[in-house]
């Protein structure tokens, strides 16, 4: 059965950090492409994130230079190290995933995810 457990959430003021963790279960990692998603209030769920063996690294422009997508040595779990946070960074937080090869056109694209973890809530207050 596949999984994706994300964690690492919370209230954060400006300028701070939190990393986000997802645990994947029930994939085979060979060609395993995640991806992290957020959702503002009153907004659509945006692509922030992605790594796979097969691409570079994607980052949305919102998040370049303060954000770290990354993996353990297992890819069991991928990690989104987030530093700077803005009070816009503010959004559940999604991670998602597929299990066939992404190619960098679909790395921010919800219908190129299969699977999907709950959401995590991050706050950052000014």
């Known amino acids: 059965e596949v999984q994706l457990q994300a964690s690492g959430g919370g209230l954060v003021q400006t300028g701070g950090s939190l990393r986000l963790s997802c645990a994947l279960s029930g994939f085979a990692f060979e060609d395993l492409a995640a991806g992290w998603f957020r959702q503002a209030p009153g907004k659509g769920r945006e692509g922030i994130a992605c790594i796979s063996s097969h691409t570079p690294p994607y980052y949305a422009d919102s998040v370049k230079g303060r954000f770290t997508v990354s993996t353990d040595n297992t890819k069991s779990t991928v990690y989104l190290q987030m530093n700077s946070l803005k009070p816009e960074d503010t959004a559940i937080y999604y991670c998602?995933?597929?299990?066939?090869?992404?190619?960098?056109?679909?790395?921010?694209?919800?219908?190129?995810?299969?699977?999907w973890g709950q959401g995590t809530q991050v706050t950052v207050s000014s």
């Open positions: 998602a995933s597929r299990m066939r090869r992404i190619i960098n056109s679909q790395v921010s694209s919800i219908s190129s995810y299969d699977y």
